[in-house]
Every structure is written in C-alpha cells, then in structure tokens.
C-alpha cells in the first residue's frame, strides 16, 4: 500500500512536470534551435529566388496560373510533402501536407497577377508586355514565401521527431476570383487548428487590421424591344430597370451605415437608341467591414432590383459573381506574430537596391515613411483597410494570422507599377525572405507550444459569437474559372 502511494505521488510529479513543460513557452522554446531553422530558409535563398522570379515573369492571372502552381507545387513535392491537385473545383488549386496527427497548421500561398500592369524591373514606367499582366499585389513573393516556410517547418518537424501535421494552401485568385471560399467549401480547412500566412507591402509589421466584407453580383433586366419611335407602347425597357434600380440604390446611400461602399457600373445598357433595349446590366459591389451587416443591405438592394423589375415591367435576375468575408484579426496571434517577426528583423538594401528605391520614390505621393524604414518593424496597426480578400473567409473558420513584409520601397501602394517594378528585384526578393523566415518560426511556436492554439482559439470563439457557423455568401455556385478569359 504504502509502495502504491510512492509510485502514486511520483506520476503525479511527473505529469505535473510534464505538465508545466508542456504550457511553458520558456522551457519549450529552448528546444527551438531558431538558428538552424533560418539557415535551413537561408541556403535555398537562391532558389527561392529563381521560383519567384519565375512566378513573376509569367504573371499568370486568375486561375489561369498554370505554370506558377506547378513551379510550387514541384518544390513541395520534391520536399516529401504529399499533393492533392486539382481541389475544390479548380484546376490551379492545390494542398501540400506533411505529418500526421494534431495539430494541423495551415500555411496559405496566392500566385495571380493583375490585368494590364505589366512593368519591367525598373524604377520608371515601362511595360514589358503592353497591356500585360504584372504582380501588382506581389503575390509570386506570397506564393514562394510560403512555401518556403511550409518546408522549412517540415525539415524542423522531421529532424526533432515531431508529431502534427503542416499544410500549404496553394490558393489560386484572390484577385476577385474567390479561390479560398471553394476550397473552404469543399471543407479543406475543416481539420486545421489555426492558419499563418503575409502579404507584400511596403513595411514589416504583423497585420492587426480588419478589412470589408464584399458581395459582388450582374443584376440583368429583360424587357420587349421595339421601334423607340415608331411603337415605344410595345416596348419595355430593360434599361429603364436598371436606371430604376439605381435610382433607389442611390436613395438608398442616405440609409445605411455611412462606412458602407457600393459601387457599380452598367456594363450593358442596350445597343441603338432608336431600340428599346431588351436587355442591360448592371454589375454591383457592395462593402461594409461586418459581413453580417452587409447581409441586410444586400438585401435591400436585390429588394431594389425587385421593385425595379416591377415598377417597369421587366424581369430580373441575380447572378451572385463573389461574396468575401471582412477579415477577423486574432490580436493574441498577432502579438505571437509579432515577436517572431522581431526575431528576423527587417533588412538593409543592397547598393543597388538603394538607388532603384530613391528613383522609384521620387514617383511616389503623400507622406512617405522612411527610405531606410525596410531595416525596422513597424508596430502593428489595428484599424480597418477598405481592400477586400478571400481569406477573410478564412479566419472566420480557422483562427487565422497574417504579417505584411517591405517587399516594396516604403510608400509604395498596392496594385501599381512600383510595386510589380521592386517584386523584381532584390528589395522584393529580401522581404520574401523575412517572411518565410517569420512564418516559419510562427508556425513552429504553435507546434511547440499548445497553450497558443487553446488560446488563439478562445479569442476566436469570443469574437465570432456564440453559435456561429461559418457560411459562404457564394452559395452552390460554381468557381468562376473564366472570369480573367
Ligand atoms: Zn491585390
Ligand atoms: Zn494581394
């Protein structure tokens, strides 16, 4: 008896040992060797280099980026993870996984480029394909940073015998193509504990900041054409739906939360005016930073389109083009984002780098953070941006954290010239490599310690409400492959 009791009280030492190792980030961060992680990131800069570069020459648009996808897909293979291909519906789309068991941690890379920005590596406007594509969001350096982080997590998990699984999301269009709400869809991100992922910009900071929720769709009227002169009675017109409807919508603006944003163009408004028009379009954007918000006045405005329809004997239909989720920031993961960034540090320019980035400031308006701003971290800034991204999507379903690495000269916007200039030279190149290496640390801080996923995921809960569930605005439609054709 007494025997039992001494081996008792000594498993209860020991799991209680066991215990505070487990939950301490101190104690398990020792066994971090955080300077073999970044060299194992540092020894394959130049092919890293070569991948984005590649990525960036093609400018492949939309899920069109076939080349791109299977350039990254060929490195994680060839890194041992295992492929699916092909997923949620498009052909561009892949996973790369490697491990088993919990935790699972995403890692998400974007590739496509944007219509008509097409820009030579140089600091004054030259396309190198006129009214090509360029990567104005620099997403060859998204795509290859991450994936350099993906392997880079797996060499640190195999060499210290680890269980848990990592995942790379090759995510194809983010560019207005949706790509992660299919693959969201198709339950993909079900198993995944919490998801790391950058963006290029022109600063190092982890992203605090939420954004807005976006419901895109083609409001087409049909009506009767006839002589506009000649038999106007017979005739109704389609466009007089449309201008209907935007008369309400335009009413509308005075009626809904004043940070609401929408926007519209007619992209078919008939073809003669001597023709009553039986067909025209509108194609909207609505926006506003709570998805649950922009619920009611989508509603409000296809309620608009409705009485349009009525009001001028038309008929309407609704296509829904793309629905994406305001983003939902977890500033615990933030903070954890932060600290690993800090540890890889910015970077200083190369001579010529230097020069490339006075030239390309002396296009650059407003006020301008510093040249030299590329070398610090900036403190995260909470707030809420008026872009939009699918993996706003996303966070709502996984407790999902992200960080902006200067791949561009500080001042630098997205979406311009500048910006797919510097993504070709070292400046963007040296921001790709501060982001795989503060993934790649992020990621393994959440391998190494369980105490940051319970925590991650409580903050989650709490912002989202109690019985939440994750849906798509997208409902059962099919990826809009051909929307870049
Ligand atoms: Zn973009
Ligand atoms: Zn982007």
């Not at 976006?214 to 739906?241: E, M, Q, T, Y």
Request: proline residues 5%; charged residues 20%; hydrophobic residues 40%.
């Amino acid at each position: 008896m007494r025997k039992h009791t001494g081996n008792l009280q000594c498993l209860q030492r020991f799991l209680l040992v066991a215990l505070a190792l487990a939950f301490s980030g101190s104690a398990s961060a020792q066994t971090v060797d955080t300077n073999a992680v970044l060299a194992s990131i540092d020894q394959k800069a130049a092919s890293y280099r070569d991948v984005a570069l590649k990525l960036w020459s093609w400018a492949e648009v939309g899920y069109q980026e076939k080349q791109s996808s299977e350039l990254l897909q060929a490195q994680l293979q060839a890194a041992g993870f295992t492929m699916a291909g092909g997923v949620g519906e498009r052909p561009t789309a892949f996973t790369a996984t490697w491990g088993s068991g919990k935790p699972v941690i995403g890692i998400i890379g974007e590739f496509d480029a944007l219509p008509g920005l097409s820009q030579a590596a140089e600091p004054n406007r030259k396309a190198v394909v006129e009214n090509g594509a360029g990567h104005g969001c620099g997403h060859h350096l998204f795509g290859t940073a991450s994936t350099a982080a993906a392997i880079a997590v797996k060499e640190w998990l195999a060499a210290n015998k680890r269980g848990g699984t990592i995942r790379f999301y090759g995510t194809p269009a983010e560019e207005g193509g949706g790509g992660k709400v299919y693959m969201l869809r198709a339950g993909l991100f079900d198993d995944v504990d919490a998801v790391v992922t950058m963006h290029p910009g022109d600063r190092n900071a982890a992203s605090a900041s939420s954004n807005l929720a976006n419901i895109s769709g083609k409001f087409r009227f049909r009506g009767v054409s006839a002589h506009a002169a000649g038999a106007p009675h017979r005739g109704r017109s389609a466009l007089d739906g449309v201008e209907a409807m935007n008369a309400m919508v335009n009413l509308m603006r005075e009626h809904v939360p004043s940070d609401t944003r929408i926007h519209y163009v007619i992209t078919n408004g008939g073809s003669a005016p001597n023709v009553v028009p039986d067909f025209a379009e509108a194609y909207y954007y609505a926006r506003h930073n709570d998805m649950r918000v922009l619920d009611g006045i989508w509603e409000r405005i296809v309620n608009a389109a409705r009485g349009a329809a009525l009001g001028t004997d038309t008929r309407m239909e609704l296509e829904v083009t793309n629905a994406v989720w305001n983003v939902l920031p977890n500033s615990y993961l933030v903070d954890l984002m932060q600290q690993n960034l800090r540890k890889v540090g910015g970077y200083e320019y190369t001579p010529v780098g230097r020069q490339f980035a006075e030239t390309i400031r002396k296009t650059l308006e407003g006020e301008l953070p510093p040249i030299d701003s590329t070398n610090s971290v900036f403190a995260p800034e909470p707030g809420v941006g008026n872009a939009s991204t699918d993996l706003g999507d996303v966070s709502w379903r996984v407790p999902t954290v992200q960080l902006s690495a200067a791949t561009w000269v500080p001042g630098t916007p997205a979406h311009s010239w500048q910006a797919v200039a510097a993504g070709g030279t070292s400046i963007g190149i040296k921001g790709m490599m501060v982001a795989a290496k503060s993934m790649s640390l992020m990621a393994i801080e959440l391998f190494t310690e369980p105490a940051h996923l319970v925590k991650a995921r409580e903050e989650f809960d709490k912002r989202r409400g109690p019985n939440f569930k994750y849906t798509s605005r997208t409902a059962d439609r099919k990826p809009p492959l051909d929307y870049r054709k």
